[in-house]
Each structure stands twice: as structure tokens, then as C-alpha cells.
């Protein structure tokens, strides 16, 4: 950016394309992840130094591309992320970018995306919703700014619990087109179907699933996940999981390991004990099977440490210890069917074991988190505790 008779120039296209060129240009010459980092990170600390404007430009890339890398490659912590976010926003205002009528206004739209993926994916919900909303709010007329950036915003607010703006958006999405686009269109129903489900709105889902079974464009795998869906509403309205168990097996249509995760934390969430005694551990379910666990996904490490707290050789104090990290961690979670399941197999199993302060704390968070999907509705989505007794209060 250039100073002209005490006027800013505004950055163009042109100088922003051809800036981002040269930065490509320059990474090229460092190969390891942690060193294109490093070499960023310095030239924006230089660059901070210098007091001329001219570098305004690519001090706002470097941000950017800062935060692009860590999106694929981590290696900023949170606060970093923060800083290199206030920076390029405070770069972006003295442009002027304070509007979506500006011309560079894309720009904001991209850096407060890119920010929403990255919360999403550290587990800030709130932020990644919020910064959703700033990227559609400030990005501009582009239609991915309507039809899908509703679609965006209302994924992010489902994942916060707020089912009823969800469908407000989605339906928001449909009317700026994004009816038109077979992908997303189906996958705005998926969305819709699981809430539907968690809303006991049973007769809108089955109707929703016929229509989405008759799209033209409909892909193998979303017709497996239609499926899921319904052997979910099977498994709320009759409390019994069995057609979930056995649709995971080695050769069912959803033999897949997150499926199988599902369809164990739905056994320990009910109050039979049958499933237990059929299935013991999450191994038994899938032994001898080609799915492959996944130590590093948060939803993975939940299921095992919920399996530990059936293991009466790990003393109590342990158990209740690891579970209350478990809890305390949800917001990793990417998906509000997984932290509510989570929640329903934790409390079944503090009902169990007889732990009714740790029982009281977790009913009242799951209770919570429902009443916000149903808008006071329900305090139970999965419909898994309605013949537990009331807990008395602890002292």
C-alpha cells in the first residue's frame, strides 16, 4: 500500500494476485512444513519493524498465509493464531474493508473463513460459528456468500446446539439457490434428517428421506448415510440399538469405524444390559473386521476411556478422573450427534456405578444440551433415560 498526497491507495486485485505469486514463489525455496513457517514468521517480524506502508500488502498475505499453513500443518498455538488474526484484521480496516461494498471486501470473507475452519478445528465452537458469520456478513455479494455461506453458518450453529437457527439457515441456503447444486443440496438434508431425529419430528424425516432417496444425484455413500439415519430413529423411538449393532458387522452396509463408534456408544447408552453382555468392548464388536481404529480422533479416545469405566480393575477414583476429561473435552468433538452420544453412555454409566453428585453434574449438561436442541422440548434427544429414576439432589 502507497501513500499519494496524504490519500491511501487501495490495494487492487491485480497487486494482490501478483503479491501472492511472489510469496508462492519465495516458499518454494523451503521444503519442511516447520521451516515455511519459521521462514513467514520471520519476514513478518521484519516486516513489522520497518515503519514504511509499502509493505502493508505483504505483511496482510503473510498473515494469511500463516494461518493457511497452520490450518493444513498446526504449529501455531492459540494465541499466535489470535495475534496473526488481529493483525491482518487491522490491515484489512486500514483499507477500509470495513464493508462488503468494498472492493477487496473477498479478502475478509477469506480470512474470517479460513479463522472459522481453524476454531472448528481446535474446538472453539462459539469462535468458529462467530467468525462464520463475519466471513458471510463482510465477504461480500458472491453468491458463495449466500446459498453456501447460510449453509456454513447454519452447520456451525448446529454444532453449538442451536437446531432451530440450523433449519432457519438451511432453509435460508435454499432459497439463494443452493437448491440447484445436487451436493449440497443433499448434504443440507442430511443435516436437516439429524435434526429432525433429535426433535422426535419423525414423520418430516421419513418424508425428507424419500425425497433425498429420489435426488438424480444422489452418491452411494449418502445413501448409506440416509440409511444410518434411520436405523437412528429406529433405535430412539424402540430404545433398542440392535439394528445399529448389526448394520456395522463385517459386510453390512456400514461396516465403517465411525459407524461401529456410533452404534457402541448407543449400547452403553441405553439401559439394557444386554448389549454388554453381547458386546463387552468396542474389539468384540468389530473383531476380525477390516475397520481400523483411530487413536488420535477424539471420538476414538472417548469410546476407550468409556470402555475403562466398565473395567472394575481401574480403580474408581481413576475412572471418574479420565471420564471427567472426557467431558470437560467435548468441544473437540466436530459433530453434536458424537458429544451427544458421549454424554448419554457417560451418565448411563455413573447411573450404574452409583455416583450420583458425578451423575447429578453430567444429567443436568446432557438435560441442558437437549433442552437447547428441542427449544425446551426435551431434556432427553435420545430418548435413552425416560424409565431412570429421577436423581435425588446431592448434598
Known amino acids: 500500500m502507497d501513500l499519494a498526497d496524504g490519500k491511501i491507495m487501495s490495494w487492487t486485485k491485480t497487486q494482490i494476485e501478483s503479491e501472492k505469486e511472489k510469496i508462492r514463489d519465495w516458499l518454494e525455496n523451503f ?55 488481529n493483525l491482518a484484521d487491522t490491515l484489512l480496516r486500514i483499507q477500509g474493508v470495513d464493508s462488503p461494498r468494498s472492493r477487496i471486501a473477498f479478502l475478509a470473507g477469506d480470512l474470517h473463513l479460513m479463522l472459522s475452519q481453524i476454531y472448528w478445528k481446535s474446538g472453539d465452537q462459539w469462535k468458529a460459528c462467530w467468525e462464520q458469520l463475519l466471513s458471510r456478513v463482510l465477504g461480500g455479494p458472491a453468491e458463495e456468500n449466500t446459498a453456501h455461506g447460510y449453509l456454513a453458518l447454519a452447520n456451525r450453529a448446529l454444532r453449538l446446539g442451536q437446531a432451530a437457527n440450523a433449519l432457519r439457515w438451511i ?3 435454499k432459497k439463494n439457490g443452493l437448491g440447484s447444486d445436487g451436493w449440497w443440496s443433499i448434504q443440507s438434508g ?14 418430516e424425516a421419513e418424508t425428507l ?9 444422489i452418491s452411494a455413500d449418502e445413501r448409506t448415510e440416509i440409511q444410518w439415519e434411520k436405523l437412528s430413529r429406529i433405535a430412539h423411538s424402540e430404545g433398542d440399538p440392535s439394528l445399529l449393532l448389526q448394520s456395522v458387522k463385517k459386510g453390512k452396509q456400514h461396516h465403517d469405524v465411525e459407524f461401529a463408534i456410533e452404534a457402541f456408544l ?17 474389539r468384540k464388536l468389530v473383531y476380525s473386521s477390516q475397520i481400523k481404529t483411530r487413536k488420535n480422533d477424539p471420538l476414538f479416545q472417548a469410546l476407550t476411556v468409556l470402555e475403562g469405566c466398565y473395567d472394575t480393575g481401574i480403580p474408581m477414583p481413576r475412572r471418574l478422573r479420565d471420564l471427567g ?6 468441544n473437540l468433538l466436530v459433530n453434536l450427534n458424537h458429544e451427544l452420544l458421549v454424554r448419554a ?3 448411563r454409566w455413573l447411573i450404574r456405578s452409583s455416583s450420583p453428585e458425578a ?18 422440548a426435551s431434556a432427553d434427544v435420545l430418548n435413552a433415560f425416560d424409565s431412570s429414576p429421577l436423581i435425588s439432589k446431592a448434598g
Not at 513467514?40 to 509493505?55: A, F, Q, R, V, Y
Not at 442430511?190 to 414423520?203: E, T, W
Request: glycine share 4%; net charge positive; hydrophobic share 40%.
Open 266 to 282: 448407543w449400547s452403553r447408552a441405553v439401559s439394557s444390559t444386554r448389549w454388554m453382555k453381547q458386546y463387552p468392548n468396542f
Open 190 to 203: 442430511l443435516k436437516q434428517l439429524m435434526i429432525f431425529r433429535l426433535q422426535a419430528r419423525f414423520q
Open 359 to 376: 451423575e447429578c453434574l453430567a444429567r443436568t449438561e446432557y438435560e441442558s444440551l437437549c433442552r437447547k436442541i428441542t427449544e425446551g
Open 31 to 85: 521444503h519442511a512444513p516447520k521451516a515455511k513457517l519459521s521462514a513467514i514468521l520471520s519476514k513478518l517480524h521484519g516486516n513489522l519493524e520497518d515503519d514504511g506502508t509499502e509493505l502493508q500488502l505483504q505483511t496482510f498475505l503473510l498473515s494469511v498465509f500463516a494461518l493457511a499453513h497452520h490450518l493444513r500443518n498446526g504449529g501455531m498455538s492459540i494465541s499466535d493464531i489470535d495475534k496473526m488474526a
Open 325 to 330: 476429561e472426557v467431558l470437560g473435552n467435548l
Open 345 to 347: 453412555a457417560s451418565l
Open 209 to 217: 428421506e424419500s425425497q433425498l432417496l429420489a435426488h438424480p444425484k
Open 171 to 173: 432453509e435460508t441456503a
